[in-house]
């Protein structure tokens, strides 16, 4: 008997794949035209929504690069004098050591040497260079000054504070082109 419900079973399965619908077709044939057809104005709105979407997203895509071309251009304008500025601050340190040197003439020479610095110093403000402040007492910060030396302070607030100045450094449009090099109270 055992043989007998085994064949039984394997017709069954058997009618169960012979049943099976083949890929494409429906169970229900009255519904397969209309699911077939797209609806044309529904296919012009999607088309429509990507369009938008693309030139949405070029639009951004280009408005980003022009504020970005704009700014490299800002920057290479404001840093584009950087190395002939750099090339002058050994003449700038010149014109402080002689400044020292006529202190005490009162000669039309030292008089036009003054105005020849004053008018050197105020075109190099002109293209955004100013000198980094280096006075004794000020707080050192090592974004900006570079520490030479350390040398005992006198008083406890002096401690870790500029000292003295051995090079003046500059910024250019707050960048630093050169640091100040200090002597640091310890």
Excluded: C
């Excluded at 970005?68 to 014109?95: C, G, H, I, T, Y």
């Excluded at 004794?136 to 350390?150: M, P, R």
């Amino acid at each position: 008997m055992e043989n007998h419900t085994q064949p039984e079973q394997e017709l069954e399965k058997h009618d169960e794949l012979n049943t099976e619908i083949p890929k494409g077709q429906s169970e229900e044939p009255s519904e397969t035209p209309a699911k077939e057809e797209i609806d044309p104005l529904k296919k012009l709105q999607d088309e429509l929504a990507e369009a938008k979407d693309k030139y949405v997203r070029l639009y951004a895509e280009f408005d980003n690069f022009r504020r970005r071309s704009a700014k490299e251009k800002l920057e290479l304008v404001q840093s584009a004098n950087e190395q002939l500025l750099k090339a002058l601050l050994p003449v700038a340190d010149d014109f402080e050591r002689a400044e020292k040197s006529f202190k005490d003439r009162t000669d039309k020479e030292a008089e036009g040497f003054v105005l020849i610095q004053n008018k050197f110093k105020k075109t190099l403000d002109l293209y955004g260079l100013k000198s980094i402040d280096t006075s004794v007492g000020s707080a050192f910060d090592t974004d900006l000054h570079e520490a030479i030396t350390q040398v005992p302070a006198p008083e406890e607030k002096l401690k870790g504070k500029i000292m003295d100045t051995v090079e003046k450094g500059y910024l250019l449009h707050d960048k630093v082109i050169r640091f100040a090099k200090v002597v640091v109270g310890s």
